[in-house]
């Protein structure tokens, strides 16, 4: 017995230590033959920690090397590479924008990271004529398509809250914000695409042309190809926003008014709307950017201790039409069912109004509570199933929001393309609610990372075993099962395009629906 333990010692000892000298004989050749290849750009072997976290801030996985490319042809060059090593290889590559990922998508763990940021040097060109639109880069960030395009009299129609992200980050997911009741999502309002597919091929697609990969990489969490080029549909600028907040304690009245807004032709440009639970003083707060319609009753208003929900608006135009637009928006708002004393009104440059994020991220990076944990959960939430949904998690499983916004409001499936990858619920209405948590590191109470985590796994465990039909937005799940029924009928159609377009699973690993070299099943 003693003999045999002994001899199986060894030879696992014998067997680790093949595959270590495999790893290492291998991995100076990987190294050189990255280092040989003909690019306009430039790889970096050693600073790699900045690759290696994102804005989630709570996964770190240090690629092999960093792609800093000057061309598409760079970005081709290196997955073509990848892909002629074949299924032998562990390399895997991973478009990086901002880093804005929440739970490490942007991440390659031993493969190769491209910074598509690296990209923003090619030239926008801005289209003018009766259908506008512009050409980008897809690492270029949606706050310089805006500052461009405001030069020309035009921007983007679709917009995300937050416009510090690239063009090819956004439209890998949906883009969502206000405006997509209107417009739908920025993944709507695409004309053209440029990408990089999982063999190393440069295409261009569109509607018309080469569709089902066009479909597949808008909304496909990079798994058909990295965005190398984008066209964006544009509109008129205006010059200003009236924008606009509004409470209620009563939701059912809350998302009656939001739904009501949000169908047929509304007054208003955005809609959205969020939660507060048990703060303080928050009609004071809002003074610094607003003015109350009647102050007088604003500052008898108490919010400790209560539910109430906000309805945000905004209403763009230019100077020359403010009388009009004043009226325009008394007679909409006579017709909503808020309460009366908290109308606060604020009136700013578009600009202002769309970066309004980015004001937020200033203060926040001051007071240096920008780069922690954000534990973030998106949801998809079918009309019919709001209220119940509310009742639970609003009502029982949330005692406070102080740990960050929640965000909630409709928007309308008729405006989303359903041959593209992105999966949403059932129903011709259905809500985007986010949980948008910040926590405090090294924190063991309410604010900490534990305890915000436990809570959206209560979130999500309600709405499985009450059967709400919510699909998650920006999904995150840790097996291929849990995919499948994320994607249900669709994952067929999802499982062919990857077979299609990246049939080594070498894009985009940090999503964790396929793993490189192991089959995937339909």
């Known amino acids: 017995m003693k003999r045999n333990m002994l001899f199986l010692r060894s030879f696992m000892i014998l067997v680790l230590s093949c595959i270590a000298i495999k790893i290492n004989l291998c991995f100076p050749n990987i190294l050189s033959s990255l280092k040989t290849l003909p690019i306009d750009g430039h790889f970096n072997f050693e600073q790699l920690h900045h690759a290696a976290k994102d804005f989630g801030n709570r996964y770190s996985f240090l690629p092999l090397a960093v792609l800093h490319p000057n061309s598409v042809s760079d970005i081709a060059t290196v997955v073509k590479h990848i892909w002629q090593m074949g299924p032998g290889s562990d390399l895997t590559v991973a478009a990086r924008g901002h880093g804005h990922s929440l739970q490490g998508q942007s991440q390659a763990h031993g493969g190769i990271v491209i910074n598509m940021k690296s990209l923003q040097g090619l030239k926008m060109k801005f289209h003018i004529g009766n259908l506008p639109y512009a050409d980008v880069s897809g690492g270029e960030l949606w706050i310089n398509i805006l500052r461009e395009g405001l030069k020309h009299g035009l921007a983007p129609k679709s917009w995300t809250d937050y416009l510090h992200l690239t063009v090819g980050g956004t439209l890998s997911n949906a883009g969502i914000s206000g405006q997509a009741f209107r417009h739908g999502p920025q993944i709507s309002n695409v004309h053209q695409l440029e990408v990089v597919t999982g063999k190393g091929e440069v295409v261009t697609c569109s509607e018309k042309q080469n569709s089902d990969l066009f479909h597949g990489v808008l909304g496909g969490l990079g798994q058909f190809g990295i965005i190398t080029r984008a ?3 544009l509109e008129p600028a205006p010059e200003m926003v009236k924008w606009i907040r509004v409470l209620y304690t009563d939701f059912a009245t809350f998302t009656r008014d939001q739904e009501e807004l949000t169908s047929g032709e ?40 209560r539910t109430l929900f906000c309805l945000e608006l905004a209403k763009y135009f230019n100077r020359d039409e403010t009388a009009v637009v004043n009226r325009e928006i008394h007679s909409s708002l006579s017709q909503l069912n808020h309460i009366p004393s908290t109308l606060f009104v604020s009136e700013v440059p578009y600009i202002e109004f769309l970066d309004r994020v980015h004001i937020s991220e200033i203060k926040l990076r001051s007071k240096g509570l920008w780069e922690v944990p954000h534990p973030w959960l998106n949801l998809l939430v079918p009309r019919s199933k709001i209220q119940t949904f509310a009742q639970q998690v609003f009502g029982n499983i949330l005692t406070d929001t102080s740990n960050g916004p929640i965000l909630i409001y409709p928007v309308n499936k008729s405006k989303w393309d359903n041959r593209t990858s992105v999966v949403t619920p059932d129903e011709d209405v259905f809500y985007l609610v986010a949980f948008l948590s910040s926590a405090v590191p090294s924190s063991t109470g309410t604010d900490g990372l534990d305890h915000i985590l436990i809570q959206n796994k209560r979130i999500l465990e309600f709405c499985e075993i009450a059967r709400l039909g919510v699909k998650q937005y920006l999904p995150h799940y840790s097996t291929q099962g849990e995919w499948k029924a994320h994607f249900g009928s669709r994952w067929e159609v999802f499982v062919r395009r990857k077979s299609s377009y990246d049939p080594l699973a070498i894009l985009a690993p940090g999503q964790r629906i396929f793993q490189k070299a192991v089959p995937y099943s339909q």
Do not use: C
Not at 281 to 296: A, E, K, T, Y
């Open 231 to 233: 066209r964006i549909s």
């Open 266 to 305: 509304s007054t208003f440009d955005y809609v959205e709307g969020f939660v507060i639970i048990n703060r303080t003083g928050l009609l004071n707060n809002w003074r610094s950017s607003f003015n109350p319609q009647d102050p007088v009753q604003a500052s008898k208003f108490k919010s400790d201790g």
